[in-house]
Nanobody, 115 residues
Framework: QVQLVESGGGLVQAGGSLRLSCAAS????????MGWYRQAPGKQRELVAI???????NYADSVKGRFTISRDNAKNTVYLQMNILKPEDTAVYYC?????????WGQGTQVTVSS
């Protein structure tokens, strides 16, 4: 079993930046893809960014050029650097880790961007 601990969420003004971190612990053997999802009120959960074990990344069109996902395999941690934040980025952000065929989720961290 994998446990995920998220940090870095909070309140920020439009145009500001936040850096989310998600540290995996427990059975961290052979972690595959790691990513971030978000869910805004009244909307479905959507993929924000994902990074594979080989370093390949993919982003939602709405965050391209503003967000950067990275991972530190030695620390079993995935990061999401969020720049030029917009009010529409307001959501609960969830860390996700794929280990073989099993998905693990964090508790979620609130990101609120004020106009």
């Amino acid at each position: 079993q994998v446990q995920l601990v998220e940090s870095g969420g909070g309140l920020v003004q439009a145009g500001g930046s936040l850096r989310l971190s998600c540290a995996a612990s427990g059975n961290i053997f052979r972690l595959n893809a790691m990513g971030w999802y978000r869910q805004a009120p009244g909307k479905q959960r959507e993929l924000v960014a994902i990074i594979t074990s080989g370093g390949f990344t993919n982003y939602a069109d709405s965050v391209k050029g503003r967000f950067t996902i990275s991972r530190d395999n030695a620390k079993n941690t995935v990061y999401l650097q969020m720049n030029i934040l917009k009010p529409e980025d307001t959501a609960v952000y969830y860390c996700n880790v794929l280990q073989r065929a099993t998905n693990y989720w964090g508790q979620g961290t609130q990101v609120t961007v004020s106009s």
